[in-house]
C-alpha cells in the first residue's frame, strides 16, 4: 500500500540552527500539507501546497517557515532559526485531489527537539 | 475552533462495539463529517466520512443523524489496536486543498 515517508523520524539541533523535515507523498498525489504536534497538544495545521505554491497557511507558519517541493517527488519543511517551542512532532499529509474525497494520507512524523 | 464535540475519553472492552459520539450541530450544508484516528503519536489516519447517509467500509460504521447535528462512530468489534484517539472533523468538500482541523478528540482504550 502507498504511504507517505517522512525523515528523519528524530532530529535534535541547537536552538537557533536550521532545520529541513523531508517527506516523500504518495506518487501521484496533487496537495500536499505539514501539520505538527506538540507533546499533549493538538494536531495543528500549519501549511498546504498545490501546484508548486502555497495554498493556504496558518498563523503559526510565519517568516520562520518555508517550504518547497525541489525536485517533484521530495516536499520539505524548513525551519530557520529553530526555537525551543519548535520542539514537536511535524506531519506531512498528502492527497490525490481527485474526485471529492477529503483523505489526506499522514506520514509517520518526525520528532524535531530544540535544546 | 474545532466545529465539534467530543467526550474526552470512553472505554470499551476487547470484542464489544465501541461507539463514539460527536456534536456538530453547527454544521453547514456542504460540510462532510470526517473521522481520523491517532494511534499514539503516529501520523493520523483516515477513518471514514459521509454527507447525510449513514456509512460503512472495512474499518467502522459512521452514523449521521437526519438533522446532521450529531453522529456516531462505530467500530464494530475493537481490539486493543483500536486504543488510539479519535478526531471528528467537519470539513467543506472543495476540490481544492480544504485543510483539517483537528480538535481534542476521544481518547478510546479498549481492555482486555
Known amino acids: 500500500e502507498p504511504e507517505v515517508t517522512q525523515t528523519p523520524s528524530h532530529q535534535v539541533t541547537q536552538m537557533g540552527q536550521e532545520v529541513i523535515l523531508r517527506c516523500v507523498p504518495i506518487s501521484n498525489h496533487l496537495y500536499f500539507y505539514w501539520y505538527r504536534q506538540i507533546l499533549g497538544q493538538k494536531v495543528e495545521f500549519l501549511v498546504s501546497?498545490?501546484?508548486?505554491?502555497?495554498?493556504?497557511k496558518s498563523e503559526i507558519f510565519d517568516d520562520q517557515f518555508s517550504v518547497e517541493r525541489p525536485d517533484g517527488s521530495n516536499f520539505t519543511l524548513k525551519i530557520r532559526s529553530t526555537k525551543l517551542e519548535d520542539s514537536a512532532m511535524y506531519f506531512c499529509?498528502?492527497?490525490?485531489?481527485?474526485?471529492?474525497?477529503?483523505?489526506?494520507?499522514f506520514g509517520e512524523g518526525s520528532r524535531l527537539t530544540v535544546l | 475552533d474545532a466545529k465539534t464535540t467530543q467526550p474526552p475519553s470512553m472505554d470499551c472492552a476487547e470484542g464489544r462495539a465501541a461507539n463514539l459520539p460527536c456534536n456538530h450541530s453547527t454544521i453547514s450544508g456542504n460540510e462532510y463529517v470526517y473521522w481520523y484516528r491517532q494511534i499514539h503519536s503516529q501520523g493520523p489516519q483516515y477513518i471514514i466520512h459521509g454527507l447525510k447517509n449513514n456509512e460503512t467500509n472495512e474499518m467502522a460504521s459512521l452514523i449521521i443523524t437526519e438533522d446532521r447535528k450529531s453522529s456516531t462512530l462505530i467500530l464494530p468489534h475493537a481490539t486493543l489496536r483500536d486504543t488510539a484517539v479519535y478526531y471528528c472533523i467537519v470539513r467543506v468538500e472543495v476540490s481544492g486543498y480544504s485543510t483539517l482541523t483537528f480538535g481534542k478528540g476521544t481518547m478510546l482504550l479498549v481492555s482486555p
Open positions: 501546497f498545490y501546484n508548486n505554491e502555497i495554498s493556504e
Open positions: 499529509a498528502s492527497r490525490s485531489g481527485t474526485g471529492n474525497t477529503g483523505e489526506l494520507f
